[in-house]
């Protein structure tokens, strides 16, 4: 299978489903990465510019992939945190999944509650509809008419903060590790996803001492296990599946089931 990532900044999809990912290519899948900033506005020191983070937060992204066995890193260059233009983000994204023609792809939930960050719901939702868009030939016809083909990718899988219960979880315990390693790649973002993701607050730093990177060790780990818990796994990431139809997501009765009092069907677990 050819699978597209598309995420807003160099972290999302490594914090999100790193294990995932690096089980996806050992099982010899093949990723692309599609990185829509280039992570500019991520720091709350005062000390670099943005510029200076954005080509750190790159290259830190490309190591990260390299971990995973991500072959190849792109960037789509739109500004971080601004509110990017939607209609120029769906453009490109459905221009990336023609270019790519994958068979699956992974982005962050739009629908989550209290999900903040406008590049996380713009980017999701871009995402979603590149995946259930593409396929029609009367959309963005120079794209067609430059020779790109119609596409139809066959499912997008939601990760992060998400709008409902899981329908799916992966076991991640044998890559636990390689999501690690590739997470500690981030240092220009270690402190923020510190107070974010950590238990046990000690005061803020900017650097990625030895001191964060071990926390950062642990939180990554709590979560895996907490995730895991109610499928019975060690550790685990935790996705919302949708199957993809053009113009729609092929979802109606699971949708519909649960609100006719029907039973929510067992998510699906990947062991
Ligand atoms: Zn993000």
Same mark, same amino acid.
């Given at each position: ?6 995420? !807003? ?5 490594? +914090? $999100?489903a790193g ?6 290519i050992?099982?010899?899948h093949?990723v692309v *990465? ?7 506005l991520g ?6 510019? *943005?510029? %200076? ?7 830190? +992204? @490309? ?11 792109? &960037?789509?260059?739109?500004p971080d945190?601004?509110g990017?233009?939607? *209609?120029s983000? =769906?453009?490109?994204?459905?221009r990336?999944?023609r ?6 792809? +992974?982005? +962050?939930d739009?629908?989550? @509650?209290y999900e ?7 980017v999701g939702?871009?995402a ?6 593409a396929?029609f030939?009367?959309?963005? !016809?120079?794209?067609i008419?430059e020779?790109l083909s119609p596409c #139809?990718? *066959?499912?997008?899988?939601? &990760?992060g #903060? ?5 329908n799916?979880?992966?076991n991640?315990?044998?890559?636990l $590790? %390689?999501?690690?390693?590739?997470l ?5 973002t270690?402190a923020?996803l510190d107070?974010? &993701?950590s238990?046990?607050?000690s ?11 071990q926390?950062t060790r642990?939180w ?5 296990? =907490? ?5 019975g796994?060690?550790a ?6 949708q =199957?993809c139809a !053009? ?8 949708q519909q089931? !649960?609100?006719?009092?029907?039973? @929510?069907?067992?998510?699906r677990?990947i062991?």
């Amino acid at each position: 299978m050819k699978i597209l990532a598309i995420f !807003p900044h160099p972290d999302d999809s490594h +914090l $999100n489903a790193g294990g995932t990912l690096a089980r996806w290519i050992t099982e010899g899948h093949c990723v692309v *990465s599609v990185c829509c900033t280039a992570g500019g506005l991520g720091t709350l020191s005062g000390e670099i510019s *943005s510029a %200076q983070l954005a080509a750190q937060r790159t290259a830190e +992204l @490309r190591a990260a992939d390299a971990v995973l066995g991500i072959a190849v890193t792109e &960037m789509l260059g739109f500004p971080d945190g601004e509110g990017m233009d939607f *209609s120029s983000l =769906r453009r490109e994204l459905v221009r990336c999944v023609r270019r790519h023609a994958p068979d699956r792809v +992974l982005t +962050l939930d739009p629908w989550a @509650r209290y999900e903040i960050h406008p590049d996380h719901t713009l980017v999701g939702r871009a995402a979603a509809e590149a995946a259930t868009f593409a396929c029609f030939p009367l959309l963005y !016809p120079d794209q067609i008419a430059e020779g790109l083909s119609p596409c #139809q990718p *066959s499912e997008i899988w939601f &990760m992060g #903060q998400l709008g409902d219960t899981p329908n799916t979880f992966v076991n991640i315990e044998p890559w636990l $590790n %390689q999501k690690t390693e590739a997470l500690l790649h981030f240092e220009a973002t270690l402190a923020t996803l510190d107070v974010l &993701m950590s238990t046990s607050k000690s005061p803020r730093s900017f650097v990625a001492t030895e001191e964060l990177k071990q926390r950062t060790r642990h939180w990554i780990s709590e979560l895996a296990c =907490r995730t895991g818990k109610s499928a019975g796994l060690n550790a685990a990431e935790a996705f919302i599946v949708q =199957r993809c139809a !053009p113009g729609h997501f092929d979802n109606y009765w699971e949708q519909q089931g !649960p609100r006719l009092g029907e039973e @929510r069907p067992a998510p699906r677990i990947i062991r």
